[in-house]
T-cell receptor
C-alpha cells in the first residue's frame, strides 16, 4: 500500500518567513510532484522531480523552490512567504518517469500566510 | 499554452440518476487521461484512467470515453449513490506531467 505523507496538515506563517513543506513516500517511486489546490483553479503543478537532485519547473514555479536530496523525500520551499501563497499544498508520487502513471497523493498541507 | 477545460463546475443529481462530466484538452500529443476523486477533506485518488489506444473503459458503475479527434473525454457515473458525492478532476498527460482540469463538484441527493 503506497503511503505519501506530508509533514504538517495545517501551518500558519507570517509574510516574509521562509517555509519548508516536506513530503515523504515509502514506495521507492521515481517521480515526485508538488501542486497547489485553490477553489475554481484545480490542481496546478509547481515543481516536479524524476530523480534525486533533479527538478523541473511546473506551471507556476514563481516564488517557490524545491529540494530532493534523497529519493523518498521532496521538499517545497517558500523563500519569502506572501499572502497570495495561502493555499492547500499537495504532494504526489508516481512509480515511473513520465506523466502516464497513477499519481499517489499525500493528505495535503493547508498553509495560511498572514 | 497547454490546458484542460472541465465542465460543469457543479453538478447535482438525484440518487440513482446518471452523471456526466466532460473535459477537453489542447495538446494532440496527450495520450493518458486519468480521473481523480477527492472526497471532502481527503486526498485525490485515481478512480479510472484511459489511454489513447482505447475509446472506452468501464469499471462497474463508472466509465470513461475518449474522442481523440475532437480532443475530449468524459466520465460517466451510472446509478449514482450519496457516496459518489465528491470533487472530480480530469487530467491529460503532457510529456512528463499531468495537466488537471478545474474540477467538478458532484452532489448526489438521496
Amino acid at each position: 500500500d503506497v503511503k505519501v505523507t506530508q509533514s504538517s496538515r495545517y501551518l500558519v506563517k507570517r509574510t516574509g518567513e521562509k517555509v519548508f513543506l516536506e513530503c515523504v513516500q515509502d514506495m521507492d517511486h521515481e517521480n515526485m510532484f508538488w501542486y497547489r489546490q485553490d477553489p475554481g483553479l484545480g490542481l496546478r503543478l509547481i515543481y516536479f522531480s524524476y530523480d534525486v537532485k533533479m527538478k523541473e519547473k511546473g506551471d507556476i514555479p514563481e516564488g517557490y523552490s524545491v529540494s530532493r536530496e534523497k529519493k523518498e523525500r521532496f521538499s517545497l520551499i517558500l523563500e519569502s512567504a506572501s499572502t497570495n501563497q495561502t493555499s492547500m499544498y499537495l504532494c504526489a508520487s508516481s512509480p515511473l518517469q513520465g506523466g502516464q502513471e497513477t499519481q499517489y497523493f499525500g493528505p495535503g498541507t493547508r498553509l495560511l500566510v498572514l | 499554452g497547454e490546458n484542460v477545460e472541465q465542465h460543469p463546475s457543479t453538478l447535482s443529481v438525484q440518487e440513482g440518476d446518471s452523471a456526466v462530466i466532460k473535459c477537453t484538452y489542447s495538446d494532440s500529443a496527450s495520450n493518458y487521461f486519468p480521473w481523480y476523486k477527492q472526497e471532502l477533506g481527503k486526498r485525490p485518488q485515481l478512480i479510472i484512467d484511459i489511454r489513447s489506444n482505447v475509446g472506452e473503459k468501464k469499471d462497474q458503475r463508472i466509465a470513461v470515453t475518449l474522442n481523440k479527434t475532437a480532443k475530449h473525454f468524459s466520465l460517466h457515473i451510472t446509478e449514482t449513490q450519496p457516496e459518489d458525492s465528491a470533487v472530480y478532476f480530469c487530467a491529460a498527460s503532457i510529456t512528463d506531467k499531468l495537466i488537471f482540469g478545474t474540477g467538478t463538484r458532484l452532489q448526489v441527493f438521496p
